[in-house]
């Protein structure tokens, strides 16, 4: 059997409008978009927590995709909320109401034989949770990694407990806005080398419409973005990006600069389609051949 | 002999201010930052207006580059004089005084023997001198191209004059903020496929620290940025870039979309360099060894 690759972060319920249409209280979350994309590739176990008015079916519809859900717990109360909104200038998102409910005791619980697992994406959530995690995974004896996502939420308001875990991971992520937060400096490439100076073997910046930066100690990546010209719902596209990237590299259990590289580049690919339809919509849909036709795309927008 | 490609645009005076210093009333102008940058390639031939203040022996540097200065009239009165100050987010500059001066009532005339030339770069000035420009080159033969490079300003103002002169020619440059503005949409691809409509057969869209787009009717791509750490003075990147692009282009006498991707690789090599010095600073330095070297450096950052 394929090892799993864990993935913890939020399970939401999220209501969007965008100019094309709108969604109302449609299963999002971080560690959903990012368990979807990394199921094109690996076996994949998420943690998380849901409320009662969760949809019954859907972690039924995840298992069928080869997502455990075994680390998914249901509480009393509330799933997490969240209200978003996106102008004409698609790329931005402003958040219209954020309410927490069950996430705010979230205690996250590796089930006991999943702790093993050499692969770990902590998707986006409170640093304080990751670590958690962090913690009730085994050492890994060869092979495998663990990746991190943050946000700006988090930077602004646990700064120290995020640099904490970053000096824990080997894979970093995060957009160019939170790079320069984090590290106070307005200059990507020396934000870059400055996280790598925490830790991280790879810091990968994204930048959404304008493709991707990788930084390792050895040299320089930069993956380009897919020439969208109907983004509709860029929900979620982040966390397909680094779920997209994880599977990849727990595929192939392989971090070494060049296969992060194309990781970027699958990441890419599914983040793309993703934008393409509302909330879950595309990622239910297409098949790794899209996935690979897209990938395949990426190489000629490339070269010269 | 090899032909020139003939060059027009703004010759300035420049007071510069960024946070690691300035500069008081150095040369400046698009047509000047261009013209170093195509000369690494091939013959320039300049056409601009200078004032009774501007440095005597500075057309003589540039005719020792190879750069064509019949087509540089001197006018009693002051150069064109702009100052401008960027802060910690250096990709930005404020302009704090423009004087146009001689500018104001400039009256472009490329000299007879050059009206045959078969590559011509309208470089950032007001769209009705470049229809001007464009007027009075004789109809090429075979081969050769025209290019042209706007900005915000004169889409602003003179939107219809910029539209007129944009159905005449062959290769577009302009940044991402201008093909919003320009085409009224958000989404890039869309700006750059409308702008293709126009007329065009190439549309580059600059995006800085971002890299480049390229737009034909057949395909797309996208060009990667050096990854700066050592942003000193962006004045003229974008200049540097299109110098670098069409002086690469004139130099093979090929606009096939395969050649038009390398030319932006050798734009954005020369405009890298530029940043890293004051003005004018790094382009009388380097040389096209350094140039070469950089290009292979682009190669490395986006293979995958």
């Known amino acids: 059997m394929k090892e799993h690759i864990v993935i913890v972060g939020s399970v939401a319920l999220d209501s969007i409008t965008t100019p094309f249409g709108k969604i109302n209280r ?56 969240w209200r978003g909104k996106y102008s004409w200038d698609i790329s931005t998102a402003i958040s219209l109401d954020t309410q927490l409910n069950v996430f705010e005791k979230f205690d996250p619980s590796v089930p006991e034989y999943l702790r093993a697992s050499k692969h770990l994406f902590l998707a986006n959530i409170d640093p304080v949770l990751q670590k958690k995690v962090l913690k009730q995974m085994k050492p890994r004896k060869s092979g495998g990694f663990t990746a ?51 830790g ?6 994204k930048k959404g419409e304008h493709g991707a930066l990788l930084f390792t100690r050895a040299a320089h990546f930069s993956a380009p973005s897919y020439p969208l010209e ?29 296969n992060v590289r194309k990781a970027m580049i699958y990441g890419s690919a599914i983040a793309s389609h993703n934008a393409e339809g509302f909330g879950l919509e595309v990622l239910k849909k297409i098949s790794i051949v899209d996935v690979e036709r897209r990938f395949n795309e990426f190489k000629s927008i490339r070269e010269f």
């Not at 990012?34 to 039924?60: E, Y």
């Not at 995020?162 to 894979?171: A, G, N, Q």
């Open 26 to 81: 449609g299963v999002g979350g971080s560690s959903v978009y990012s368990s979807l994309a990394a199921s094109f590739f690996s076996p994949v176990a998420i943690i998380g927590v849901v409320g009662a008015d969760f949809p019954g079916g859907f972690l039924a519809k995840l298992n069928k995709k080869g997502i455990n859900t075994d680390g998914i717990k249901r509480e009393p109360g509330k799933t997490f909320f």
């Open 230 to 258: 109907n983004v509709v719902d860029p929900t979620g596209c982040g966390d397909c990006f680094g779920g997209g990237l994880t599977g990849f590299l727990a595929k192939t259990d392989d971090v070494s600069e060049w």
């Open 148 to 198: 991190l996502d943050t946000m700006n939420f988090w930077i602004e308001h646990k700064r120290e407990k995020v640099k904490e875990v970053i000096k824990k991971i080997d894979v970093l992520l995060l957009n160019d806005g939170e790079a320069r937060e984090l590290f106070e400096m307005p200059n990507l490439s020396r934000a870059g080398k400055s996280a790598l100076g925490m």
């Open 200 to 205: 991280p073997r790879a810091v990968i910046i």
